[in-house]
């Protein structure tokens, strides 16, 4: 299994990003798929999580501004982040969940200025 995550950068408080998760195979093999994110000096947090039937959940402190999707024809996951804090400041990791095995692709760094 492999996940291929991209779309981080640097924004100025209030912007957007759009952050994608790429699985290989098909993504309904996995139960669930979303995110986690590791600011410095933090522990891994998780962020959102959308399962095969479009259940999604979000950290509170996401909650309004983040939304979770997913396209199944593409195998992939997305992230829209809206309204960004620097609070977000993180390493972003997508995960993919299959029974009770966690996969995890390669962070990408999404940074916001004040």
């Known amino acids: 299994v492999q996940l291929q995550a991209s779309g981080g950068g640097l924004v100025q408080a209030g912007g957007s990003l759009r952050l994608s998760c790429v699985g290989s195979g098909t993504i309904f093999s996995f139960s669930a798929m979303g995110w986690y994110r590791q600011a410095p000096g933090n522990q891994r947090e998780w962020v959102a999580t959308?399962?095969?039937?479009?259940?999604?959940n979000y950290a509170d402190s996401v909650k309004g501004r983040f939304t979770i999707s997913r396209d199944n024809a593409r195998n992939t996951v997305h992230l829209q982040m809206n309204n960004l804090k620097p609070e977000d400041t993180a390493v972003y990791y997508c995960?993919?969940?299959?029974?009770?095995?966690?996969?995890w692709g390669q962070g990408t760094l999404v940074t916001v200025s004040s």
């Open positions: 995960y993919a969940q299959r029974m009770s095995t966690h996969y």
């Open positions: 959308i399962t095969t039937s479009d259940y999604t």
